[in-house]
């Protein structure tokens, strides 16, 4: 599998920015791995991956809902403001353990990739790279 160019984990939970990481290396996902435990200092991180990512050498952001300060929502209206061209190369999707109808319909709104629900799995994973990097995990 072609590996991304990095992964910016975003979760005010730390062991779960951890057990991510884990999973994400294990699997040989990416390059370079970064994660952040609120939106403030995932924003600064995402600016600089995006100066270096391009199309080809895309840059996913797992990103939770819930986050005490500025939360998944909120980061993703930062983003927003971001220069068109640092967008381009970045796939945003949420992470997220919440699935009550308020806040998935504040989510549809959003101009994120997608959803997915914790824990993330090989198989979530492999789901999220065939749809948004058209890449996936070899099979055994």
Known sequence: MIKLSSVL?????????D????LLQQLGVADRYL?????VDAL?????????????SPVLVL??????GMDGMAF???YQRLPVARQQAVVIVMHTASMNSVDLGRIESLPIAGL????LTKEKLDTILKLHFQRHFPTA
Request: glycine share 2%; no cysteine.
């Open 76 to 78: 993703v209206e930062a």
């Open 9 to 17: 984990l975003v979760d005010d939970d730390p062991l779960t920015n």
């Open 63 to 68: 990103l939770d809902v819930k986050m005490p």
């Open 35 to 39: 994660a952040a435990t609120d939106g």
């Open 19 to 22: 057990l991510n990481e884990r």
């Open 44 to 56: 600064a991180a995402l600016e600089d991956l995006a100066a270096e990512a391009q199309p080809s």
């Open 116 to 119: 997915v629900s914790k824990p």
